[in-house]
């Protein structure tokens, strides 16, 4: 386990249990659609109502992997359960690297945000949202949202397994996309779709990869503090992130493998370009645009 852990929940905005509402859509669907611009920015397409049964069955995952709890921020706060701990942990820790290296790979401040727990759906600046969307950030609010449950039963099933660094590069690579959204990445992805409608899946591919490379970064920054336990730890992460990959999901959830329909990038994609920012450290390897494009 990594040693970035907290109790800290002065990052969280806990909505679980404030009756955010059932789920939205039908089927497999999506309330609001996951791509760059005014739409949600999240680590995963889930592309097929099929593993939906798997994962939400009487509020556990097939696996056996608990829901979260359906609460409001008690005593100890929202970071008080182990999985909780993780995030909050990798909340605090990712914000504070990029505070701490923003003015200097990109001449601008960094902005803290929250990461927003809730249950089932919420309303975010991008509209209403579900669990199914999987965890994401709205650049129009600059929050990132996770249901902690269907985030790790969703680890579970795509993965394999769950682990707090796995578990923290979903977190990280969502806090890639606020980078993102600061320094002027994301608006300028959006013009360049609506310019180029035919390549908009590429763009979208091109801007989840960085997202993935800024994760690697903060995670080699992390590993030079020595906050890992292990070598293993790494492998936990880039086994996410293949996990994670358009290719894996579309081969579980309908059998065969699209390219064409890709928005994230294949599994060897995803860990190419996390190991590139874990090794380099270095903002400009990141330019996933020059050769997805």
């Known amino acids: 386990m990594t040693k970035i852990r907290s109790g800290d929940s002065s990052m969280i905005d806990d909505r679980r249990g404030s009756g955010g509402g059932g789920m939205c859509g039908g089927g497999g669907g999506f309330p609001i659609p996951i791509k760059a611009g005014g739409g949600v920015l999240g680590i995963i397409v889930l592309l097929a109502s099929l593993l939906l049964p798997r994962l939400l069955n009487g509020g556990q995952s097939a696996a056996g992997v608990p829901q979260a709890s359906d609460k409001s921020a008690d005593a100890a706060g929202a970071c008080s359960s182990e999985l909780e701990q993780i995030v909050c942990g990798a909340t605090a820790d990712v914000q504070s690297y990029w505070q701490a290296n923003l003015p200097t790979f990109y001449g601008t401040t960094y902005e803290p945000t929250k990461t927003v727990f809730f249950t089932d759906s919420t309303d975010t600046g991008c509209g209403q949202a579900s669990s199914q969307t999987g965890p994401f950030y709205c650049p129009i609010d600059r929050l990132v949202y996770i249901d902690l449950g269907f985030m790790q039963a969703l680890e579970q099933q795509l993965v394999g397994t769950t682990s707090d660094l796995a578990e923290q590069y979903i977190v990280a690579h969502e806090y ?74 579309q081969e579980k959830t309908q059998g065969r493998i699209d390219k064409e329909s890709w928005t994230h990038g294949s599994a060897e994609q995803r860990q190419t370009w996390f190991t590139r920012g874990y090794n380099s450290g270095d903002p400009k390897q990141c330019d996933t645009f020059s050769e997805v494009l």
Do not use: T
Request: hydrophobic residues 40%.
């Open 176 to 249: 890639g996309h606020h980078i993102q959204n600061l320094v002027g990445i994301n608006d300028q992805v959006q013009q360049a779709q609506q310019n180029d409608p035919g390549r908009a899946n590429q763009y979208s591919v091109a801007m989840e990869l960085q997202a993935d490379c800024f994760a690697g970064m903060w995670v080699g920054d992390v590993a030079a503090r020595g906050k890992l336990d292990s070598a293993a730890e790494l492998k936990e992460a880039l086994d996410a992130a293949a996990g994670v990959g358009d290719d894996r999901i």
